[in-house]
Structure formats: structure tokens, C-alpha cells
């Protein structure tokens, strides 16, 4: 059974740093597209970055040059590290993967950039 389990939100200042993780389990790790989604109050969720099996990356505009995604296959764990936070990300952020064609969801960590 396929379980995303992302932890590492909180509360920070604007300009603050967080690094987010994504536990992951009951699938191939090392071989799967992992990728970090967000959702902000009243808006869709959106692509921040994704990595390959190979450690390619691929990042969104929004949050470019200020995100850094990476992955340790031995610990099956994606981490999204984020810097210089704004308020605009302030929103619940999302590991997914795709299985077999299969688009599965973590449960979110809430992320808020506030003074």
C-alpha cells in the first residue's frame, strides 16, 4: 500500500527557511517521479518542483531559484527545502507520486509565512 507522509511545516517569518519531507512506502522509490504540489486558501494546487529516479529536476516559476527538491533513496524520502519564504506561500503543501498510472497524495503540511 502506497503511504506519502510529508512533515516539516510550521509557522516562519518572511525571508525564513523550511525544509519539508516526504516519507514514502509500499512502492519502488528510487525509480518513481516524486513531485511537491501546493494549495494556497482559494486557489488550485500547483506544481512546485518534481525529481526524477535519475535526480533530474524540474521546477515551477513560482517558487524558482528560492526551492531546492531532493531525494535520498535509501531513506525513501523526498525533501523540498524552501528559502526566503513569502507570505504568498503561505499554503498546505503535497507530496504525489504516480504508481502504475496512479496518482497518490500525501496528506499535506501546512505551511505559513507570517510576522
Known amino acids: 500500500q502506497v503511504h506519502l507522509v510529508e512533515s516539516g511545516g510550521g509557522l516562519v517569518q518572511p525571508g525564513g527557511s523550511l525544509r519539508l519531507s516526504c516519507a514514502a512506502s509500499?512502492?519502488?522509490?528510487?525509480?518513481?517521479?516524486m513531485t511537491w504540489y501546493r494549495q494556497a486558501p482559494g486557489k488550485e494546487r500547483e506544481l512546485v518542483a518534481g525529481?526524477?529516479?535519475?535526480?533530474?529536476?524540474n521546477y515551477a516559476d513560482s517558487m524558482k531559484g528560492r526551492v531546492t527538491i531532493s531525494r535520498d533513496n535509501a531513506e525513501n524520502t523526498v525533501y523540498l527545502q524552501m528559502n526566503s519564504l513569502k507570505p504568498e506561500d503561505t499554503a498546505v503543501y503535497y507530496c504525489?507520486?504516480?504508481?502504475?498510472?496512479?496518482?497518490?497524495w500525501g496528506q499535506g503540511t501546512q505551511v505559513t509565512v507570517s510576522s
Open positions: 509500499g512502492f519502488s522509490f528510487s525509480s518513481a517521479v
Open positions: 504525489k507520486t504516480w504508481i502504475a498510472g496512479i496518482q497518490y
Open positions: 525529481i526524477g529516479g535519475g535526480g533530474r529536476t
